[in-house]
């Protein structure tokens, strides 16, 4: 049974850092691109970013390059998403999701498993 288990999420003031983090079980973790997605409170889930299988590459949403790095473990089956220069807009349940793919993909309905998330709030 494929798990992907969010954890690190909480409250941070807005200028702040966080560093989540996905442990996956019962899948072969490096064969799978891993993403991470957030959804807001009466908002679509939109895409993060996503890392490569080997984790040579990462791709980012536009609202978040340049303060949020992902990074991945694979003997550890784990991936993170640090997040730095947090904003109040940053406020989202996080999730990761596991993509059997060969290349990062920006749409949640690709991806082929899903945590059950972790709430991130940002106040200013």
């Known amino acids: 049974q494929v798990q992907l288990a969010e954890s690190g999420g909480g409250l941070v003031q807005a200028g702040g850092s966080l560093r989540l983090s996905c442990t996956a079980s019962g899948l072969p973790f490096s064969s799978y691109i891993m993403g991470w997605f957030r959804q807001a409170p009466g908002k679509e889930r939109e895409f993060v970013g996503a890392?490569?299988?080997?984790?040579?590459?990462?791709t980012y949403a536009d609202s978040v390059k340049g303060r949020f790095t992902i990074s991945r473990d694979n003997a550890k089956a784990m991936v993170y998403l640090q997040m730095n220069s947090l904003k109040p807009e940053d406020t989202a349940v996080y999730y990761c999701a596991a993509d059997r793919s060969a290349t990062m993909r920006i749409q949640s309905r690709l991806y082929d498993y899903w945590g059950r998330g972790t709430q991130v709030t940002v106040f200013s």
């Open positions: 890392i490569t299988r080997s984790g040579s590459l990462t």
